[in-house]
């Protein structure tokens, strides 16, 4: 699934398949949320800062050889086990578009159910993005209503050559719901949107200083603000070389 807040994740927590998250390290902290994904729901603690690689390959890997190895023993190849539900981005975006999927998700090759969130707003935006999450959740919860979109696409079978090519199973998976939601696909990551919010932090220092959040309330497109981001990196690096 893309991932837009952590408003998906109160939604998913509900559903009676009761499936289990992957999770990067910090949201294990988060009060409620954290505790319930870990100790019921059988959470994977992922670090997204690392390499795809290094990142949730292993754990997801370590997870499906897991249910290989029962299905094994029991003799039965029709056990159910527990959904895995995987945020493909890795991160949040503002949910205007699709950020690039990660391919660790993609890496065993098995089957998986293409699911796209929306969250409509007409005040304010849900998404946790670059706010404070203070101020995130005060608004939110001062808000009449908020509204959450969940559509489940058809399962995606992977060909022989999407198996063993973890890269191109991410990119089409994410084509389909490109196609199937409207998003446009960006080759934007974690990474840029970790640059964006450097500079954010950077430009704006004078004014955390006497407590203002002015930054964290703007709500730009990622594909858009997150490349003017990166080039200005790019270009304070060339400065400094010189």
Not at 17 to 41: D, L, N, R, W, Y
Not at 44 to 63: C, F, P, S, W, Y
Not at 161 to 182: C, H, M, P
Not at 188 to 193: A, E, H, S, T, V
Request: glycine share 6%; charged share 25%; hydrophobic share 35%.
């Amino acid at each position: 699934s893309n991932h837009v807040s952590w408003v998906e994740i109160l939604y998913f927590l509900t559903r009676k398949e009761m499936p289990a998250f992957v999770m990067k390290q910090t949201c294990v902290k988060i009060p409620f949320i954290g505790s319930i994904a870990t100790e019921f729901h059988g959470g994977l603690h992922v670090d997204n800062k690392a390499n795809e690689q290094k990142g949730g390959t292993e754990a997801i890997k370590q997870r499906v050889e897991e249910m290989k190895l029962i299905q094994a023993k029991t003799k039965n190849t029709q056990v159910y086990f527990q959904p895995l539900v995987v945020f493909a981005e890795g991160t949040t975006s503002n949910g205007s578009c699709l950020l690039r999927f990660r391919s660790g998700a993609f890496v065993s090759g098995c089957a998986v159910q293409p699911v796209y969130v929306r969250i409509p707003f007409k005040n304010f935006s849900p998404a946790y993005e670059s706010i404070l999450a203070v101020v995130h959740i005060l608004r939110l919860v001062t808000q009449v209503y908020n509204k959450l979109e969940v559509v489940y696409l058809e399962p995606y079978h992977p060909s022989e050559e999407e198996k063993a090519d973890a890269r191109l199973y991410a990119d089409n998976v994410q084509k389909a719901i490109s196609q199937a939601s409207g998003l446009p696909v960006t080759n934007l990551g974690y990474k840029d949107k970790l640059q964006y919010h450097d500079l954010m932090r950077k430009q704006y220092e004078n004014l955390h200083k006497r407590g203002f959040t002015l930054p964290f309330l703007r709500y730009t497109k990622p594909d858009v603000i997150l490349e003017q981001g990166t080039e200005c990196v790019k270009s304070q690096m060339k400065r400094k070389s010189q």
